[in-house]
Each structure stands twice: as C-alpha cells, then as structure tokens.
C-alpha cells in the first residue's frame, strides 16, 4: 500500500490532501479564495498565486497532522502541474519539489485534468477502465473515452467557452455574485426556464463539439431588454446548457460500436444537478452505469491530485525535479 501527498493550486483552491492506494483518504485541508477575488467578480491571476503562496504550507501541515503521517510515511509527493493559471501552479509545483527534495522522495507531476478525470475512480472501486468521461469545469468541456491511466481520447471539445465559464459569465450579467455556477444553479430554482427564449449552440450539428459562447450573448441580451427576471433567465440558461449538453452527448454515445459500460462525470461543473440528472438519464439511455463524484470531489481539490499521484505511481510514473509548470497541457 502507498502513500500519496497531493497538491492543488491550479486555480483559486489552494489544497493539499493525504490519500492512500487503498482509496482511503486519510486527510484533504483545502482553502478557497472566494473573498480575495469577489470584488473583481472573478479569479485575478496575481492575487491567487499569492493567496497559494500564503496558504500552501499551513495546508500541508494540517493534512500531515489530521492524517497522522509525517513527510517521512510517504511513498510520493504528488502536485498540479498545469494547465491552470501558472502562477499558482508554480507554487504548489515547487513546493512538491521542494518536499521531494528533502524527504528523498520521488515528485509526480499531474495534469489537473487527468485529477479531474480519474477522481471517480478514488470513490468507486468498481469503476474500471474504459469508461466515458463529460469532463466539464471553468476551463474544460469535452467528451472523452478514458482507456487507462495517461490513455485518454478527446471525442468532442467545445469550439469555444467551457461550460463553467458560461455559468461565471452568466452569473456576473445578472448580478448573481461569484463564484457564479452554484450562484446561477441557486437562482434557477426560483426560476421558470421556459421563460427565456435561448438559442441551442450546434443542437442537432453533424458534428461531435460543443459551443456555448452564443449562449452567453444571449443571456447578455436578454438582460439588457428588461424584460425578465433574472431567475427565470439562470433557469432558461441552465435549461439550454443542459439541452446541449444532452444533445451532443447522444449524438456521440449513438455512433460509437464499442461503447464503455460506464458515464462518468467529474469537473466543478459536475457539481450542478440538473446536469447531473439529465446524465443519469442519458446514461440510462444507452443502459450505462451512471458515475459521479460528491460533491467535494467535483470541484478543485487536493484529494483528486493525490489520488490520480497514486495511479500513477502504481503504473510506474514519476517525474525529474526539473519538471516544468505548464499553462496548457491538453490531456
Ligand atoms: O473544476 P473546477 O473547480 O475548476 C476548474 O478546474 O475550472 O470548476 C470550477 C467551475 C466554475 O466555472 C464554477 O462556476 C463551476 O465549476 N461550478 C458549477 C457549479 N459548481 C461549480 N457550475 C454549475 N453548477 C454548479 N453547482
Ligand atoms: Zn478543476
């Protein structure tokens, strides 16, 4: 059995979290920086990497101390290598280099996405590879055929927004706060989502991709005319993502031969329950087994990176301590 301490800093959650091979989580201390970054209605880069630097020590330190573990229990130190915004990433990347340097043990640089993506798998044992993955976050959205640890083929991506970001955007149009997805998904409850008339970005497309940039305009638009509550506009919004999402979901799942047995859903965005229903409906569809991660896992987090640190020590993967810090790293 092994021991992973894993780093997050890729964005605005400064995390770090003590997992073992067993999918035991021994500990995950995690800070958010929503204050740091609400009065600019969004994630100012500079601020954040500060915000890590200040953070990441501490949080180490009490994942160690709830854990029991001390620096010499661990088989490998784990952290977020990119993409993300690069000053923060730096920071927890250095920090594990710094930690690997000390302890002698081996550094395992993991891309946030690949975290993202193998999460589901921390909560259930009985979820093997391939399995289908939505992979929808602030920065991300694509269809993916998961075939094993570092083996991932794109199927679909979005030609422009990712859907977190529509739902950022979207929140800041109609004054709904930050950050904006849980804002937007609160609002909507109290909201008719017949009500607004949104368009369906590439609904019905001969093509696998996604686009929610047109959606965003729209919402923009509707706002500006006066017209309707802003509830019913997040409710009419939420309503069109989840139309498409659907919608270029089945126009994937029907064209495949082979299809996995499994839909899984990770990323922040994963955290909303209309589009975790429709998932689950879809899946049922196709007669697939519906996977999706708590909440807690859904969004950024140390536990996600350790874990995805243990598949891939298990596999025989670890990193120089001159491993670089990348703002793009496509999986
Ligand atoms: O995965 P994540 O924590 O960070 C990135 O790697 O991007 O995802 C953050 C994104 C944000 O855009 C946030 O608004 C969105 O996930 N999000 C949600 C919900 N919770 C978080 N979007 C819709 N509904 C939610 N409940
Ligand atoms: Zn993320």
Redesign the pocket.
């Known amino acids: 059995m092994t021991l992973i301490l894993g780093l997050e800093s890729?964005?605005d959650?400064t995390a770090a979290a003590i997992v073992r091979s067993d999918r035991t989580i021994l500990s995950h201390a995690l800070a958010g920086q929503e204050d740091h970054h609400r009065a600019f209605g969004g994630v100012v880069p500079e601020i954040a990497a500060r915000a890590h630097s200040d953070l990441m020590m501490p949080l180490i330190e009490t994942a160690l101390a709830d854990a029991g573990v001390r620096l010499d229990d661990l088989d490998a130190i784990a952290a977020t290598a990119g993409p993300g915004l690069i000053g923060g990433v730096m920071v927890g990347l250095v920090t594990a280099k710094a930690l690997a340097m000390a302890s002698g043990k081996p550094l395992i640089a993991v891309n946030?996405l690949e975290g993202?993506a193998l999460s589901p798998r921390l909560v259930d044992p009985d979820l093997d590879f391939p399995y289908m993955l939505l992979l929808v976050?602030?920065?991300?959205c694509q269809l993916l055929r998961v075939r094993g640890v570092g083996q991932y083929d794109r199927l679909a991506t979005t030609i422009d927004d990712a859907v977190?970001?529509a739902?950022?955007k979207t929140a800041k149009i109609l004054g709904l706060g930050f950050?904006?997805?849980?804002a937007?998904?609160k609002a909507a409850l109290s909201g008719n989502g017949a009500a607004v008339p949104l368009p369906r970005p590439l609904k019905g497309a001969d093509e696998p991709h996604f686009s929610f940039a047109g959606l965003k305009s729209a919402v923009l638009r509707a706002h500006e005319s006066g017209q309707y509550r802003a509830e019913d506009i997040a409710a009419s919004f939420q309503a069109a993502v989840v139309e498409c999402l659907s919608d270029r979901l089945h126009y994937s799942l029907s064209r495949m031969d082979e299809r996995p047995t499994a839909l899984v859903v990770a990323?922040?965005?994963a955290?909303?329950m209309a589009i975790r229903a429709m998932l689950e409906q879809v899946a049922g569809q196709y007669a697939m087994r519906f996977c999706a991660p708590p909440l807690w896992l859904?969004?950024?987090n140390g536990a996600m990176i350790a874990w995805a640190g243990a598949e891939r020590f298990a596999a025989g993967l670890t990193d120089p301590l001159d491993v670089a810090a990348r703002p793009r790293w496509p999986l």
């Not at 950050?179 to 849980?182: H, L």
């Open positions: 890729s964005c959650e946030h993202h976050s602030g920065g991300h977190g970001e739902f950022d950050p904006g997805g849980p937007v998904e990323g922040g965005v955290a909303n859904c969004t950024d």
